[in-house]
């Protein structure tokens, strides 16, 4: 089921006003995408729940605040809180593990790129998230939310060149996983 602009609307005015089954109607449309936006962070099944479970009270208790511009803001904006909440959480448990460098690493070059053609979404979505917490944060707010180092720096507080250095790594790391993948795969 896909709603247009009106229905998503109409939804958003119902839940304002305190109506549980377009809440749950809510819930149950974008807990799924939500959930895998929140495990591309959080690996821990139990702590995984709990950011969602605190997201949607956010979500449920902050609409009243959300201002509606068209198909899609819902959704980005549902993005961002979850986000929010799941690197809340990585920072309380000191789970982020950045090293902060004064230095600048360059830039992987595409050379350095490994063909992904053939290897599974399901094998890169694994090898990302066996990346140590730090790595894999910023690659993907780098990659899936298209945030500049800047912006990862002012999120994570820690410096640009550390974003880049993570960023750096992480890329190495993901490289080496699908090389030895496809060694193992095709010989």
């Known amino acids: 089921m ?11 005015q ?3 006003q305190g109506d549980g089954a377009a809440m749950r109607a809510m819930y149950d449309y974008y807990a799924g995408f939500l959930t895998a936006v ?8 139990d702590d995984l729940k709990d950011v969602l479970q605190e997201s949607f009270v ?3 208790t902050s609409l009243d605040r959300f201002l509606y511009r068209g ?3 819902l959704r980005a904006w549902m993005v961002r809180l979850v986000i929010n909440e799941a690197l809340s959480l990585l920072r ?6 950045l090293v902060q460098t004064t230095w600048d690493l360059p830039d992987c070059t595409e050379e350095a790129e490994p063909d992904v ?5 399901e094998v890169i979505h694994r090898l990302v998230r066996s990346l140590p917490t730090g790595y894999r944060t910023v690659l993907n707010l780098y990659v899936f939310e298209h945030k500049s180092h800047k912006e990862i720096a002012e999120m994570l507080h820690i410096k640009e060149n550390s974003s880049a250095s993570q960023l750096h790594r992480a890329k190495e790391m993901l490289a080496k996983g699908i090389m030895d993948y ?6």
């Open 2 to 12: 896909t709603w247009d602009e009106e229905q998503e609307e109409s939804l958003l």
């Open 92 to 97: 309380q448990q000191e789970r982020l593990n």
């Open 117 to 121: 053609e053939d290897v599974p979404p």
């Open 38 to 45: 929140c495990s591309r962070y959080i690996i821990n099944e």
């Open 71 to 73: 198909k899609g803001s």
């Open 14 to 16: 119902q839940v304002r």
């Open 58 to 60: 956010k979500i449920f």
């Open 182 to 187: 496809k060694k193992r795969r095709y010989g």
